[in-house]
């Protein structure tokens, strides 16, 4: 099992910037993939980013985001981390982290208990 903690979210005004931030526990070594989802209120959770393991990770993001935010990876302390800039309104919502393990040729989902990231205008 993984458990992921996330911290760094708040309330922040429009052009501001914040780091997201998810510590994973457990059976970190079977983790593959981690990443970034989002689900802004009223709507269904999307993906923001994602990082894999191994290298130096490669990384993809979604088009809302390309150029604003960045993921990265701490492989010493099991850590992602997603910074946010020229954050806008729009990118308000709950903040969840995940892990992807593959264990005995399964894939299994893990999430984080999300965060709150609020953007004013």
């Known amino acids: 099992q993984v458990q992921l903690v996330e911290s760094g979210g708040g309330l922040v005004q429009a052009g501001g910037s914040l780091r997201l931030s998810c510590a994973a526990s457990?059976?970190?070594?079977?983790?593959?993939?981690m990443g970034w989802y989002r689900q802004p209120p009223g709507n269904q959770r999307e993906l923001v980013a994602f990082?894999?393991?191994?290298?130096?990770?490669?990384?993809n993001y979604a088009d809302s985001v390309k150029g604003r935010f960045t993921i990265s990876r701490d492989n010493t302390k099991n850590t992602v981390y997603l910074q946010m800039n020229s954050l806008k309104p729009e990118d308000t919502a709950v903040y969840y982290c995940?892990?992807?393990?593959?264990?005995?040729?399964?894939?299994?989902?893990?999430w984080g208990q999300g965060t709150q990231v609020t953007v004013s205008s």
């Open positions: 995940n892990a992807l393990t593959v264990v005995g040729g399964y894939v299994h989902d893990h």
């Open positions: 457990g059976s970190t070594s079977s983790i593959n993939t």
């Open positions: 990082i894999t393991s191994g290298g130096g990770g490669s990384t």
